[in-house]
Structure formats: C-alpha cells, structure tokens
C-alpha cells in the first residue's frame, strides 16, 4: 500500500527554486533521496542545505543510481524541461515539471506523449492554481456564481525588475522568453482556471524590448534586479500586451513587463460573467453585481488559511490517484497561448492556435 512516506523523489536541477520543491515534499511527507545539477558548487551548497546525501552532475547519472525513486522534480531551466522530463518518464517516473512547461508547443505535446506512453502522471507546476483566493473563485464559478463568463483580464506589472539582465533568464534560446513566460504565465494559468479553462482558438499580440536592449544602461537596482552580467545576451520582451479568444467565445486580455514607465501593479485577476464579476488583487476577493435594481460591491471572505500544497497534491494523486488539478495538457494549452502571442507579435496579426 502507497503512503506518502513510500513516495521517494530526485530533485532535477539544484537553484534557487529547488528550495522550494525540497520543502514541499518533506511537508507532505515524502523523502527527497537525491539531488542533481551540473554546476558543482551549487549542487554541494544546496544538498548541505537540506541535509541530502546523494547528488549527481547529471540527470541521467541521478536516474541510473536510483531505480527506486517514484517520482522526479523538472527545476532546470527553461530549454532543459522536455530533456530532462522525456528521461524521467521512460524511466518510469512521475514528473512534476516547473514552469513553463517547454519552450515550443512542439517540445510540450512530446512530454505529453511520453507521459501517455508512460502511463505516468505529468504535473505542471502553475503554484497560482492552489492558492485559497483562486480555490475559492474556482468553486463559486463552478457554483454559478458568475453566470457565463465572457471576458477576463489579467495584469501583472513591475516597473523595474528585470532579473539577472543579461544572464539565461533574458537569453532567449534558455528561457523561452521575458515577463510573459517569467511571471505573464502564473497569471495567465490562474485566470484561465478560474475561467473555467475554455479552449483558446486564437491570440492577437505584441511584445516590446524597451529597458534592457543596452544592458550597460540599464543601471536600476532592485529585488529583481541583479546580479547583471554586461557581456551577457538581452534578446527577450520586457513588456507583452495580447487579446485571447476562446472556443466557447469568451476572451481575455493580458498586459504584462519587467519594466515600464508606469505604476507598479502586483498581479490581479479580472472576471466578467453576466450575473456577477469578480476581481482577485492584493486586497483580497470583490463581486461586482447588482441586487434589487442597485449597483452591489461586495468583498467575500474565505479561509486563507486552507492552502492546497503542489507538492502535497502530487504526491496525493501518486498515492491516492486523486486527478491532477494541473495536469500536463493544461500545460500544453498554456504554451499554445505563450507562442501564439510570440507569434503575433512577429506576424504582426491575429494568429490561430
């Protein structure tokens, strides 16, 4: 019988968003057994972190000395996903990849079909999904609140946060992409969700290098910031505008950047629906509707402290075979979206996906 500390796991990738994962397992009770990456300094400095005996320079070298894990982390970056994935799966693992998902649509629906042959669930990692605020949205979409929901915007702005300027997170061909794969897509996934996840059919959109083309210019410091290298590569957005439309008929708009010349806004979610709409920012969850002829604001309360772990839930449809609230197909949707836009933006028109 599978329990959650039969659940054994490797750890794909040793930065900064390892910590994460580590975490996160060993609070839902599985044992993290190995961890790899190529850099050695990173790799020794995160396994003495976290106590982890047995680490590897590759994914391969981790797989090959491990036929008991159950179950593997993605954390590499971005142009390593599909590798790194494909490999755990025909090794017989549950993946867990980090976002996004792949670079192409073309690298996502072959993790998808590696999954299928495997018979081994993919998870995307889109954390926004279990949150309380968005599990609470979902549920009082589901419930009819809203109607039928017929348009939704997403935001996400910084005013000055390019991360690592000139380094692989603005290098395109290791990244994918600037803001609108970096932190467009947490809020992308988290909206569409709440909408219900209707198919996307076609995306009109732009994307503009303003800030960050000269990197020797580009002197702002910040949370986000640094460390820049001013020999490194710039060729990603800092700032991405598209309009989405749906299959049902619904769309979405989205505006997101690392840097722009307006105020700063953390991310928020806006739904329409013809019986209610509902705005998730900072401040929590409004309605927005009208009762007995009046125009009805209304701030709704949930508990914030019910908070659906990724990892938890993953390791609960390992044990339990629960279904998976981000499965890898809601990741291929999500990619479709991100390249069309690229794509628009080159074309300078409204594409299908």
């Known amino acids: 019988m599978k329990t959650p500390r039969s659940i054994k796991v490797g750890i794909i990738g040793a930065g900064q968003i390892s910590d994460n994962h580590i975490e996160g397992y060993r609070k839902a009770?599985?044992?993290?057994?190995?961890?790899?990456?190529?850099?050695p300094q990173t790799l020794a400095m995160r396994a003495a972190k976290f106590n982890i005996a047995h680490t590897y320079p590759s994914a391969e070298a981790m797989l090959q000395a491990h036929p008991e894990l159950t179950a593997v982390s993605v954390c590499?970056?971005?142009?390593?996903?599909?590798?790194?994935?494909?490999?755990?799966?025909?090794?017989?693992?549950?993946?867990?990849?980090?976002?996004?998902?792949?670079?192409?649509?073309?690298?996502a629906e072959a993790m998808v079909a590696a999954a299928r042959r495997a018979n081994k669930i993919l998870m995307c990692g889109h954390?926004?999904?279990?949150?309380?605020?968005?599990q609470k949205i979902n549920a009082l979409r589901e419930e009819g609140t809203f109607?039928?929901?017929?348009?939704?915007?997403?935001?996400?702005?910084?005013?000055?946060?390019?991360?690592?300027?000139?380094?692989?997170?603005?290098t395109k061909k290791l990244s994918?992409?600037?803001?609108?794969?970096?932190?467009?897509?947490?809020?992308?996934?988290?909206?569409?969700?709440?909408?219900?996840k209707p198919r996307p059919v076609a995306v009109s959109g732009a994307t503009y290098s303003v800030f960050g083309k000269d990197i020797?210019?580009?002197?702002?410091?910040?949370?986000?910031?640094?460390?820049?290298?001013?020999?490194?590569?710039?060729?990603?957005?800092?700032?991405?505008?598209?309009?989405?439309?749906?299959?049902?008929?619904?769309t979405m708009t989205i505006e997101v950047s690392w840097a722009a010349n307006r105020a700063e806004e953390n991310p928020w979610s806006l739904l329409m629906g013809d019986k209610m709409g509902v705005l998730l920012n900072d401040n929590g969850i409004t309605l927005f509707g009208e009762r007995s002829g009046a125009i009805?604001?209304?701030?709704?309360?949930?508990?914030?402290?019910?908070?659906?772990?990724r990892h938890a839930h993953f390791v609960d449809c390992i044990v339990n075979g629960?279904?998976?609230?981000?499965?890898?197909?809601?990741?291929?949707?999500?990619?479709?979206?991100l390249n069309g836009i690229y794509r628009s933006s080159e074309e300078n028109a409204e594409v299908k996906i």
Not at 127 to 134: I, L
């Open 216 to 250: 020797a210019k580009y002197v702002c410091t910040g949370m986000w910031a640094g460390p820049r290298d001013p020999h490194g590569v710039m060729d990603v957005e800092d700032f991405a505008s598209a309009f989405v439309r749906f299959d049902n008929g619904a």
């Open 147 to 170: 109607g039928k929901i017929y348009h939704a915007k997403c935001t996400w702005i910084r005013r000055r946060g390019i991360p690592g300027l000139g380094r692989w997170f603005t």
């Open 176 to 196: 994918g992409g600037g803001p609108l794969i970096d932190i467009g897509i947490h809020v992308i996934d988290r909206t569409w969700y709440m909408m219900g």
């Open 322 to 337: 629960t279904p998976c609230t981000c499965p890898g197909e809601d990741g291929l949707a999500i990619q479709k979206v």
């Open 127 to 134: 954390n926004q999904r279990f949150t309380p605020a968005v």
């Open 29 to 39: 009770g599985a044992e993290v057994v190995a961890l790899c990456d190529p850099a």
């Open 76 to 107: 590499s970056p971005n142009s390593f996903h599909q590798e790194h994935t494909i490999l755990a799966l025909e090794a017989g693992k549950h993946v867990l990849c980090e976002k996004p998902m792949a670079l192409t649509v073309a690298q």
């Open 296 to 309: 009805a604001t209304e701030t709704i309360d949930f508990d914030k402290s019910v908070y659906r772990d």
